[in-house]
């Protein structure tokens, strides 16, 4: 059964899904994603969970924070969300950018999360594969989003055709962001709020220092590809494991770090159906 709702929180009303059976599994979603996005993921994983998967506040349906973004306000609204739901024991799981807000949800109740699943999480500003002289131009271009003026030049250059390529091609050379034929698309209709957001975001993930030091002693699954074109995979399995003693780690060769679209259910059920039964279970991957 597929649950499609809203809940309004002290800090945002959640547009959210349900489906599934099994124990409780949060999935936090990546950047500018929709549920839409990822129907197919929700499914696969509902086969063994009872999946809830929402959209970030300021994207979709989800309302914006009523405050100032910033990542700890993700990993507090997950908590106002099992609260009144009445969840108080779930397992965690977020892809790419996710991963740095499920660290943030393990890191603020970690008595209540159950297994940690990752995928090419964003862990550190140190596994970025950005060069220095790259990661300074973000940093300005993010730091002009912040403001009102930058916000309204960045809205403005999403909905312009060619504003939007120019804005693209520098997303592929600078930034190393792949398929953004896909993302072209989301930028049409992107809106103001989901701007602001994602410059938020992508100003934490620079200086993301958070977790270094950290150690958790929960059961954690983690998967990436070794040609993971944003994040360096080796550096990332070294930081997993010294954060998670008792990690599982499986490293795949796709050729990218997201598809150019949506996993198929049945290119999910062939290549992870094995994975998933072990997580399930709290088995060791091979």
Avoid at 8 to 23: C, F, I, K, N
Avoid at 154 to 178: D, G, P, T
Avoid at 185 to 198: E, F
Wanted: proline content about 4%; some cysteine; glycine content about 6%.
């Amino acid at each position: 059964m597929w649950e499609d709702k809203t809940i309004a929180l002290p800090l945002s009303r959640l547009h959210y899904v349900r489906t599934g059976a099994g124990e409780p599994l949060i999935i936090v979603p990546a950047t500018i994603s929709e549920i839409s996005n990822w129907k197919n993921l929700i499914e696969f994983m509902g086969q063994k969970f009872t999946v809830y998967f929402f959209e970030l506040p300021g994207h979709g349906q989800s309302t914006p924070f009523t405050q100032k973004y910033r990542n700890e306000l993700v990993a507090q609204t997950v908590r106002d969300f099992t609260d009144e739901l009445g969840i108080q024991k779930f397992n965690l799981m977020g892809f790419s950018f996710g991963g740095i807000l499920a660290m943030h949800v393990l890191d603020l109740m970690p008595e209540r999360v159950g297994k940690v699943l990752l995928i090419a999480p964003a862990l550190d500003v140190s596994l970025l594969k950005h060069a220095v002289k790259n990661q300074l131009v973000m940093r300005f271009l993010i730091f002009v989003g912040q403001f009102p003026v930058g916000q309204r030049l960045y809205c403005w250059a999403c909905h312009n055709e060619s504003a939007k390529r120019v804005f693209l091609f520098f997303l592929r050379k600078i930034a190393h962001v792949e398929h953004t034929d896909q993302l072209g698309k989301k930028l049409g209709n992107i809106r103001k709020s989901t701007i602001i957001t994602l410059a938020m975001q992508a100003n934490e993930l620079l200086h993301l220092t958070a977790f270094r030091g950290k150690r958790f002693e929960h059961q954690c699954y983690f998967a990436m590809s070794k040609n993971d074109p944003l994040i360096d995979c080796d550096k990332t399995v070294e930081f997993m494991r010294r954060m998670f003693p008792h990690s599982m780690v499986k490293v795949v060769d796709f050729p990218y770090h997201q598809g150019r679209e949506p996993f198929s259910l049945g290119f999910l059920q062939q290549q992870f159906s094995g994975v998933l039964e072990k997580v399930a279970k709290g088995e060791v991957l091979d």
